[in-house]
Structures are given as C-alpha cells and as structure tokens.
Nanobody, 123 residues
Framework: VQLQACGGGLVQAGGSLRLSCAVSGGTFSNYAMAWFRQAPRKEREFVAAINWSGGTASYLDSVKDRFTISRDNAKNTVTLQMNSLKPEDTAVYYC?????????????????WGQGTQVTVSS
C-alpha cells in the first residue's frame, strides 16, 4: 500500500489550502484514513480522521470548524480542506491509513503512511 500526499505550500494567515492523498494498493474502501502533522521540534499530532464510508469524522479541537476531511472511495483519495489557516498550523502534514478501519488519534492505530507535504502559514 502506498500513500502519496500533495497540495502543501506557502499561504498567508487566513488563507486556504487543500491537501490530497492518493492511495494505491490494498482495499481503500476498508481503511479508516487520517491526517497528522508535525511541526519543527514537536511530536507528530493527530489532525483529523474519517471512517471507511466517510460518514464519521473526528478532528483536533484547534482545527474544528476550519478543516474538513473527506474521501472518495471511487478515486481512492482522501482530502483535507484547510480554511482560515493560522501560523500555528505550519507543519509537515502526513496522511495515514488504518487497514483495520480503526479511527483513533494515536499513531499506532495506523499501518501505512505517506511521505508528508509541507504547509507553511505566514503571519
């Protein structure tokens, strides 16, 4: 299973970015999917997760009402729409897949990881 994330970049505070993660191999529609992020000198943290059908999502409190996770099982992709970005959102963002459909906020629940995409928000 391979995950390929893209869509990061440099944006001013208040702006928007849309991250996408394409998944190849395995059975995407069985997986719970998530986004994590890691800022410099900080541990990787959970951002958002979505269940296999897209019917249930969960978010880090600080991104609720600003970020939206979604998925397209026909295209094997998961997307993170990020609005009203803040400088503290600056990090490398990683997509992750849980082959058993476990939708939790801990790194150990996820079996496959993408390579990360840099998001930088300037003030």
């Amino acid at each position: 299973v391979q995950l390929q994330a893209c869509g990061g970049g440099l944006v001013q505070a208040g702006g928007s970015l849309r991250l996408s993660c394409a998944v190849s191999g395995g059975t995407f529609s069985n997986y719970a999917m998530a986004w994590f992020r890691q800022a410099p000198r900080k541990e990787r943290e959970f951002v958002a997760a979505i269940n296999w059908s897209g019917g249930t999502a969960s978010y880090l409190d600080s991104v609720k009402d600003r970020f939206t996770i979604s998925r397209d099982n026909a295209k094997n992709t998961v997307t993170l729409q990020m609005n009203s970005l803040k400088p503290e959102d600056t990090a490398v963002y990683y997509c992750a897949a849980s082959m058993y459909g476990i939708m939790r906020g801990d790194l150990a629940s996820y079996d496959y990881w993408g390579q990360g995409t840099q998001v930088t928000v300037s003030s």
